[in-house]
């Protein structure tokens, strides 16, 4: 019996892992992705809740955590740079492992690559289905035919355009932007340490990562920047008005940012499709729903062992395949996003009263966290 074929575009988090699974649930895989190879440096994410058990199945929890970030604490800091609480990252109660994006989405494109054909430097233009497949155009590749087409290229996702309509209908806009650049080894001190500082609109982190630090800024525009994701020059000159008058490590951070040939900017947004698939077509991680916090990649690799679960449960049907996945998924995203817009306000208060709350926050957690460790001690 010949295997149903599955596109896969996007070969970040959820394309990869979504591939591994398909290959021993009965699917024959491949992958398209448009960037040249897979993506070096990023952010620090960490994989925790239901990406654990997950990653257990995959065997691959052991090269995650020799693979972990050195970072075992945050330090708040005041406006002027002051230390003011130091918060432990790790605990016995709920276990995760902190790792770059990068090297996450290594260790499952391994995984995935002897069962799985993949297809760099490429994208898809056109997706025609009919009640017996989907024919796909490409950019650069020749047209092929798939039984399924699976769009996990993140929160601008080609297939949700072609498919469920443009951006603009799903994707509401949380009022910040992201920014990170990666650093010199020595531009910290403490490879066990991530530092922040936040003043009103305004967050600025250290963090060590594994090998190459990163600054991380979090803010708010006076202005709001132009979404054209090419315009470098204006990237860096919004980030550089955003923390013109920041103190501390600030205007040393901001040249590495405008010294850095390609650094990352985008909005932060949410995105809600109200259905997660169409047809032949599924979406999958960032595609279909966002999270904050770093709870993308945990929640793509769920998503990923839960589609092809039912894909596998339901062979012959996909679409019952497709709504007993987004059935599931939902109950786990949609509290996540219904927390996102207290906590992007916790996370980046408006104002000093708002900044203070955010530090009593954190200062009730410390003195949690110290006394679950000395119960720990004394048991």
């Known amino acids: 019996m010949k295997k149903p074929e599955v596109l896969i575009v996007g070969a970040g988090i959820a394309g990869p892992a979504l591939a591994y699974w398909l290959s021993r649930n009965g699917y024959r895989p491949a992958v398209v992705e448009h960037a040249r190879q897979l993506r070096s440096g990023g952010s620090a994410i960490v994989v925790k809740g239901p990406a654990i058990p997950v990653a257990e199945r995959m065997g691959i929890l052991p090269q995650l955590r020799g693979l972990a970030t050195r970072n ?52 898809v233009t056109a997706l025609d289905q009919d009640e017996g497949g989907v024919d796909v155009t490409f950019r650069r590749s020749a047209p092929r035919r798939f039984d ?22 799903f994707a509401s806009d949380l009022g910040l932007y992201g920014a990170t650049v990666p650093l010199e080894p020595d531009a910290i001190e403490d490879p066990t340490e991530m530092t922040m500082l936040t003043v009103p609109n305004r967050m600025l982190v250290l963090h060590p990562s594994r090998s190459t630090p990163l600054a991380i ?22 980030v550089a008005d955003a923390y013109a008058d920041v103190r501390w490590r600030a205007p040393e951070l901001v040249a590495a940012f405008l010294d850095h040939p390609a650094p990352f900017f985008d909005p932060l947004s949410t995105v809600r499709v109200p259905s997660w698939s169409r047809g032949r077509v599924v979406l999958l991680g960032d595609a279909a729903a966002t999270a904050l916090l770093g709870d993308g990649s945990s929640m793509a690799m769920a998503g990923a062992y839960a589609l092809a679960e039912k894909l596998a449960a339901h062979l012959s049907d996909h679409a019952r395949a497709f709504a007993a996945y987004e059935s599931r998924l939902r109950r786990e995203v949609g509290p996540r996003q219904r927390r996102v817009g207290l906590l992007s306000r916790l996370m980046v208060p408006r104002t000093r009263p708002g900044l203070a709350v955010r530090n009593a926050v954190g200062h009730a957690v410390g003195r949690t966290n110290r006394i679950t460790s000395r119960e720990a001690a004394i048991r």
């Not at 276990?95 to 989405?105: F, G, Q, W």
């Not at 315009?231 to 860096?236: D, E, Q, R, V």
Request: charged share 25%; aromatic share 6%; hydrophobic share 35%.
């Open 72 to 123: 075992r604490s945050l330090t708040l800091l005041d406006p002027g740079g002051r230390r003011i609480l130091q918060l432990p990252l790790t605990s016995d109660k709920a276990p995760t492992v902190e790792v770059t994006r990068a090297d996450l989405s290594e260790v499952l494109h391994r995984s995935a690559q002897t069962e799985t054909e993949f297809v760099f430097d490429d994208t």
């Open 148 to 169: 399924l087409v699976v769009g996990a290229d993140g929160m601008h996702s080609t297939v949700r355009r072609l498919v469920f309509g443009p951006e603009r209908q």
């Open 217 to 238: 800024f979090t803010f708010r525009a006076a202005q709001p920047a132009s979404h054209d994701r090419k315009n470098i020059a204006l990237h860096k000159q919004t």
